[in-house]
């Protein structure tokens, strides 16, 4: 990873992390679930999301965007850390390993993950609502946020993953599910980015399409490490969507073809770059880092 990638991304994480850890210290009765939050939200893990938010902004604009940024990064690893806690429950994937840690079901109980799952997903519009922006720019961002995550973007997605383990699906139907289950958060975070940093209609095209790309790349690889990478540098369970009988980029493509696959992805985002001009090198290493990443 190059080193302006590597400090970029630890400052993101500094920031976001900062941000999640004053939303979540509220005194509240509820001690466990705050502390099903935290477990949730502050453990390790790659912030890719909050990232995007963060770099898009930067591009387009100065670094003294970053703080306009802090909120709605935050509030991106809120639906993140949310829709991990429930995708590993037992009714959905029922996996015991997340982050190289044990899942918040298995760490706390299922209750307590269903409703810090419940909780974080809240907290991620608490966040936008209360940032310091103007309410033309907090309705743009709730509305891509709410878009993304709901019953046309993430939560679709994991419908239809759950639906179709045990079936056969084409290469457009994989792609759509993806599309939703994974491209669609990320697609968010780059939007969200991208507005917070004054983009106009061309630029939001330009990094519509680096983002469409990126998240389809970004599931591309992990089907890859899924099958080639073992359990302790994944951090979650090596070969669960075999194990489930999922359909996958690398079941339904092979080997090779994923990583034909990837790279074409990967085309396609350096591509839309070119188009949007400004300061995009930072953009550019997290599709690197996207499409060679070993975890």
Known sequence: MPAALQVFLRTANARVEQTLK???SDKSPADTLFAAMNYSALGPGKRLRPALVYATAQALTSEEVLTACDPAAAALE????YSLVHDDLPAMDDDALRRGRATCHIEFDEATAILAGDALQTQA??????APMTSDLKVQLIAELAHASGARGMVAGQAVD???????????QLKQMHRLKTGALILASARIGALIGGADSTQLDAITRYAKAIGLAFQVQDDILDVTTDTATLGKTQGADIARNKPTYVSLLG??????????????????????????????????YIVHRDH
């Open 22 to 24: 004053e939303a979540l």
């Open 78 to 81: 809120c639906i993140h850390a």
């Open 125 to 130: 519009f608490e966040l936008l609502v209360s």
């Open 162 to 172: 759950l639906a179709a383990v045990d079936k056969a699906l084409t290469l457009d």
């Open 255 to 288: 080997l090779d073809g994923a990583r034909a696959k990837a790279d074409e992805l990967h085309r396609e985002a350096s591509e839309a770059l070119v188009e949007l001009g400004g300061q995009t090198r930072i953009l550019q290493q997290l599709a690197d």
